[in-house]
């Protein structure tokens, strides 16, 4: 029997004259007959029963859509779609999935009364749930990408269940993506943190994943770049793994690009040159697809322009050979760039070679993104390369991130950063053509997704993404709870987390979908990511707040040397510092996360440990070794306790123990900062919004003494451990207000950091405080300011780099009243 929904419609314009019970035997009755049929209840159509409508002549990417759907269907309900190539007599659900072309071949009712316009775009598509006059979903693409990103939406927004599909009855969207180029680095080498010890299915799956959200390019890497040649992670050597990606990436209808840099010693040679050629030529003839080059101008590979540009032309001539069409893309990337070296290159790049396909804005770019487009012909494409995987020292560092995440996370750990990552990407989108982001593993898994949706629509809120991240990728019926929970991460991250209550209810969330979740859902990785990352953090804040208990106490100790005397006082701190490792903080969540990693490692080669998981080193998102990292002064002040022993008399005994309990007072008058601390933010000048120049290439951040280990250079305070730096010629300025009119005053600072190894420092823009002077040794200078710069009340210091240096570092500094 056929209900038609004229005869539905009737019984249900009835229901409500019922009496109660009735009503209830009724609506039984309804849902039994309605249900295998597809009616709409509730505000879904269910699909469970439905078939795949589709014409009989289909591209390959066409058959690839389909076919897709059936497996990731299946997969999750364990329902088959059937085809057909005719709507069914039988009135059944159907899925109708053409080209916009294809619509009459496949005609019907339903589609000659499309509501929506149909002037799609390309790569676009229209997607719409029907309930009359059959239950029906309707997918047209522009073109085949089109056809695959409709279905991609429809998996995406389906609620796929065992034995159950059904989707919202009020899906009905037409659109196209706002930017031609939407992909992701996926490189197969040691020093990703995952990748590396992916088979081609696995690699496969991830790459359907990101193609069902919008991405239409893949790029590789060759098997020499600045890594090691292999891992021993690795199932299939790198040269076969590029040959099988190339053709794993060309059978989704993606573009493959490759990420290409110069690690030779010589370009300028021939003989050089010819070997180099070779290389790539072997390369370039093996791959089945190759659309487009990025060739770095530098980290790693540094070139000169004057070298660099004739050598891409050597180059593109070998890629003609055997990918005609593909072109070469370079980035103004350099360790040091001078002013000369950028005025070289972008004279090269406008005089517009034939085998230049664009610019890319890549990480240590030093060149701002909308400068960038004003310096660069108008008609040359120019491509983000967003890094979206690290945490510090990197293109876009966690905002605001406190030191204790720092020293433990480290530059790669499991990092959702929706807003962030959204922030960063609607503050320069309208300069480029769209992006292929800088990934090193698995760790920033939500992050592509969330940079995917945003280059289709930057309007696109994040939540939606991660509702659907969670419905598709990991539990359709606990879409929502997964979402809140991966924002709830973000905000983790937010402010002093000494402070930050947010971590407590962030680990409560997990830890109750942990308890509800099917077994299916808690052994996905993606799960597993989420509940790690919240067991973690707020391990670390038990932790954090156990350990500054342990040193305030060590430090009262100290203060009572002159009554205990200088041994006994120091015995006694040692003690209360000791009392960190002895008195156990939380050890069932330290557990759970060296739970949560070891079946992380299993399922998806995620090395999180360097021995254990075999991570290639610690910044390399070995973050479980850093889960035990001291986050007090332990490792400084039993270095400072050894001198205090070695002295000989009781009273160099104490004038030491003094020393270190008043290491940071100024004194009276007296100005003290730790320039990596959320107080001492306030002083700096030269500070833009964040959200316009979240990179900090015209303002201040704070950067990290990342290299963790319990070496003799690393026994130092943890105020040398973070620094407010600048890039390259930008300032760093500071101001101080209130000052005594009539005092003079000298400065002492503490000089530490990757960067800023020649610095300059003046007071109010024209008294030299001192001039360029290599920095770290020693690390600590002192030096008097001019009265002049005082006199007023205030000063301004603004530290300065050599030209083409990499910026500015300072950790430290104490204004001293004389």
């Not at 779609?81 to 659900?93: I, N, Q, S, V, Y």
């Not at 002192?782 to 570092?809: H, I, K, S």
Request: include cysteine; charge should be negative.
């Amino acid at each position: 029997m056929i209900l038609a929904p004229k005869w539905k419609d009737h019984l249900m314009s009835d229901f409500t004259s019922l009496p109660c019970p009735s009503r209830l035997v009724f609506a039984l009755i309804a849902v039994s007959l309605a249900q295998p049929f597809g009616f709409a209840l509730g505000g879904v159509i269910d699909l469970s029963n439905a078939v795949l409508v589709i014409p009989q002549q289909r591209g390959a990417l066409q058959r690839k859509a389909v076919e897709v759907l059936q497996q990731e269907v299946q997969r999750r309900t364990g329902i088959h779609l059937p085809t057909t190539h005719e709507w069914p007599a039988d009135g059944r659900p159907a899925i109708a999935i053409a080209l916009q072309s294809q619509q009459q071949e496949i005609g019907g009712p339903l589609l000659a009364e499309l509501s929506a316009p149909m002037s799609l775009r390309a790569e676009g598509f229209l997607l719409s749930a029907r309930r009359t006059p059959r239950p029906a979903v309707i997918v047209l693409g522009c073109d085949p990408r089109g056809v695959w990103y409709g279905v991609g939406r429809l998996l995406r927004k389906a609620r796929l269940t065992e034995g159950s599909i059904t989707v919202p009855d009020d899906i009905d969207v037409t659109t196209a993506p706002r930017y031609p180029l939407r992909g992701h680095q996926l490189g197969y080498r040691p020093k990703t943190n995952a990748y590396d010890a992916w088979s081609p299915a696995q690699y496969d799956q991830y790459i359907r994943e990101l193609a069902l959200f919008g991405a239409n390019s893949i790029e590789i890497v060759p098997p020499r770049t600045d890594d090691d040649p292999s891992s021993p992670h690795m199932q299939v050597p790198p040269r076969e793994m590029m040959i099988r990606l190339s053709e794993i990436i060309d059978s989704y209808g993606m573009d493959v690009w490759i990420w290409y840099p110069n690690m030779g010693d010589d370009y300028v040679t021939e003989d050089a040159i010819r070997q180099e050629l070779n290389e790539r030529a072997e390369i370039f003839r093996s791959l089945k697809r190759i659309d487009h080059i990025l060739v770095p101008g530098g980290d790693p590979g540094d070139l000169h322009p004057d070298v660099l540009f004739p050598w891409l032309a050597r180059m593109a001539a070998k890629l003609a050979e055997y990918h005609p069409q593909a072109k070469l893309w370079v980035s103004p990337q350099a360790t040091q760039p001078t002013r000369a070296w950028l005025a070289s290159f972008y004279a090269h790049v406008n005089q517009k070679p034939n085998w230049l396909g664009g610019i890319a804005f890549a990480p240590w770019v030093k060149t701002p993104l909308p400068e960038l487009r004003r310096i660069v012909a108008a008609e040359i494409p120019l491509r983000r390369y967003p890094d979206i995987t690290h945490n510090v020292a990197c293109q876009y560092p966690v905002r605001d991130w406190d030191l204790a995440f720092a020293l433990t996370l480290h530059r790669e750990c499991y990092n959702p950063r929706p807003r962030a990552i959204k922030a960063v990407h609607n503050a320069f989108d309208e300069y480029a053509c769209g992006a292929i982001t800088y990934s090193e593993g698995i760790n920033d898994d939500v992050n592509k997704f969330i940079w995917s949706d945003q280059d289709w629509d930057p309007s696109t809120p994040v939540i939606d993404t991660l509702r659907d991240y969670a419905r598709l990728l990991i539990a359709s019926d606990y879409a929502d709870e997964i979402a809140q929970g991966l924002m709830a991460a973000e905000a983790n991250w937010e402010g002093p987390l000494a402070a930050n209550d947010q971590v407590g209810t962030t680990l409560e969330q997990w830890c109750a979908l942990d308890s509800r979740l099917p077994a299916r859902a808690r052994n996905n990785y993606r799960f597993q990511m989420g509940l790690l990352r919240a067991c973690y953090d707020a391990y670390i804040q038990r932790r954090l707040l156990h350990e500054t208990c342990c040193e305030n106490a060590a430090l009262d100790e100290l203060r009572r040397a002159p009554q205990l005397g200088a041994v006994a006082a120091l015995d006694r701190a040692e003690a209360a510092l000791e009392r960190a490792e002895k008195e156990s903080v939380a050890p069932e969540l330290k557990q759970r996360c060296t739970q949560l990693a070891d079946a992380l490692f299993a399922s998806i080669g995620s090395q999180l440990t360097v021995v254990k998981h075999g991570a290639k080193d610690r910044s390399r998102g070995a973050f479980m070794d850093g889960i035990d990292e001291p986050l007090n002064n332990k490792v400084w002040l039993l270095a400072q306790f050894e001198r205090v022993r070695q002295a000989s008399t009781e009273q160099q005994r104490l004038d030491l123990i003094s020393q270190i309990v008043n290491r940071t007072n100024p004194g009276p008058g007296g100005f003290y900062d730790d320039m990596g601390s959320f107080s001492s933010l306030k002083r700096i000048v030269n500070d833009l919004p964040w959200a316009q120049d979240p990179g900090t290439l015209r303002s201040a951040r704070v950067a990290f003494g990342y290299q963790i280990g319990q070496s003799e250079d690393d026994r130092v305070p943890l105020a040398w451990k973070n620094h407010a730096c600048t890039l390259y010629e930008t300032p760093l300025q500071l101001r101080y207000e209130h000052l005594d009119p009539a005092a003079s005053y000298h400065v002492r600072v503490t000089y530490t950091g990757r960067i800023g190894d020649v610095l300059r420092l003046t007071a109010d823009d024209q008294y030299e405080v001192h001039g360029l002077i290599k920095t770290r040794v020693p690390p600590i200078r002192e030096f008097p300011v001019p009265r002049e710069a005082t006199n007023d009340g205030q000063l301004l210091l603004t530290w300065t780099c050599g030209e083409g240096q990499r910026g500015c570092q300072v950790a430290e500094i104490w204004l001293i009243k004389d």
